[in-house]
């Protein structure tokens, strides 16, 4: 009885001072930060109160000219990291010093395959997957998808003037702009017709939503795969929902097989990925993707695409119908940029546009889905001021949110200005200080597709359609969904939405 008591007291102990240990080193380190609570650190509002980056954002204003150094201590959970003050550091993080910060440190295990992709992998394996996939979106190939989300978009305006066809409805244009969205991705990645515009509930949207909202475990385990990701994998938590992981991982065995099978060929992203999957089974190795690995990749492309792209174009849709005078501007450059193609919208068009891309910048300036960006350093980092170093585990939070509303950066920043954006506005402010697509070699991959995407649904819908705020429904300012990773709107955005008739 005396051992175990003895090795108790010695258990608790050493628990204590681990514990006192974590959460003084930014206090023993001299770094400024805000005090810890434990076990939760600097994050016991988060889910409950306020969203993780509305929380950085606040640490980033309060902290920025408070610091002699380009950074701050915080702690998530029990884990240190710092968050980024100094817009050249974000800089150095991002791009300058990638190689010591090429890691995000988030959950991924390939026992729950989906998690596995290119957005989560780290080391050799995501530069050599990184390698292998960005020949799939090259401008040659974007441009061939053109078709395809034009299509769809063409779909959406049928059916919303299906909607409104007699008098101006009142919208939700979040979900609505999702089906467009899923659509979008069902044709291009999987060469499907999905109707979700027709059909709101079909699988495949319903599946989108339960992979970006709902959990497998509880909130103790979802604090695990937060804060101690390879702890996590350790353990053998898996993050998805069984149903998730089946539904899509039979989508893809299928569509593959049937491509396969008929020697089906199209423009799209799932062609490209077989052709690295029969790589690998040709041997191959260097070149190819595993089943797994396509399945992942298709999975990460899916919600990548599914969820920024609708839930920007819904901001997109609420700073117009907030800014009549902005949204009847764009609507003149989208008819005189048509009258010189023939009144029909093609991939050049979409370059002219210039005046909506500075709206859709803008937009996603005031409200960038991914509030955050996370990296972990893999190798020590050394500051010009001593007391800056960094050692490797340590993780690195970019407040997004807080970069895009600086008043150092954009003046005013709660105003919707698209002319920020204009050529020597942009000139004038530093690198770095717009990342909706995060920045440097690990920066998103889609890109071009994305902002194709938003282009061509915005364009065709204010064209054809006004848009006016609910007097009711929808809150000015906009709030955010406390519990959702990226930035959404709570509770929808609800707009009253009338038909523009053209002679």
Known sequence: MSILLGLLVGALTLASWWVLQNYTYWKRRGIPHDPPNIPLGNTSE??????????????????????????????????????????????????????????????????????????????????????????????????????????????????????????????????????FT??????RAFGMECNNLRNPKAEFVQMGYLALRKRRHGWLVDILILGFPKLAVKLGFQFLLPS???????LVAKTLDYRVKNKVIRNDLMNTLIDMKLKYD???????????????????????????????????????????????????????????????????????????QKVIDESQRMHPVVSHLARIATKPYVHSHPKYFIEPGTGVLVSVLGIHHDPELYPEPEKFIPERFDEEEVKKRQSCAFLPFGDG???????????????????LLIRNFKFNLHPTKTSVPLKYEIKNLLLNSEGGIYLNVSKIERE
């Open 46 to 179: 988060l889910m409950r109160t306020k969203h993780l980056g509305r929380i950085l954002k606040e640490t980033y204003q309060k902290f920025k000219n408070q610091t002699d150094g380009p950074f701050v201590g915080f702690y998530l959970y029990a884990m240190k990291y710092i968050i980024a003050t100094d817009i050249d550091f974000v800089k150095t993080v991002l791009i300058k010093d990638f190689d010591k910060f090429q890691d995000r440190g988030v959950y991924h295990n390939e026992k729950d395959p989906l998690t596995h992709n290119l957005a989560t992998i780290e080391g050799e394996k995501w530069k050599n997957l990184r390698h292998k996939l960005t020949p799939t979106f090259t401008p040659g190939k974007i441009r061939k998808m053109f078709p395809i989300v034009l299509n769809v978009a063409d779909e959406l305006v049928r059916v919303m003037q299906e909607r409104i066809i007699t008098s101006p409805q009142t919208l939700e244009v979040t979900n609505l702009m999702a089906s």
């Open 441 to 459: 070699p690990r920066n998103c991959l889609g890109i071009r597709l994305g902002k194709m995407q938003v282009i061509i649904g915005l364009a």
């Open 282 to 356: 040709m041997g191959d190795k260097e070149n190819g993707l595993t089943f797994n690995e396509v399945a992942a990749q298709t999975f990460a492309f899916f919600l990548a695409g599914f969820e920024a792209g609708s839930t920007t174009l819904g901001f997109a849709l609420y700073e117009l119908a907030c800014n009549q005078d902005i949204q009847d501007k764009v609507r003149i450059e989208i008819e005189s940029v048509l009258k010189k193609h023939n009144g029909k919208l093609d991939y050049e068009c979409i370059q002219e546009l210039t005046y909506l």
């Open 244 to 250: 998730v992981q089946k539904f899509y991982m039979n």
């Open 182 to 187: 899923a659509d979008v991705i069902g044709k």
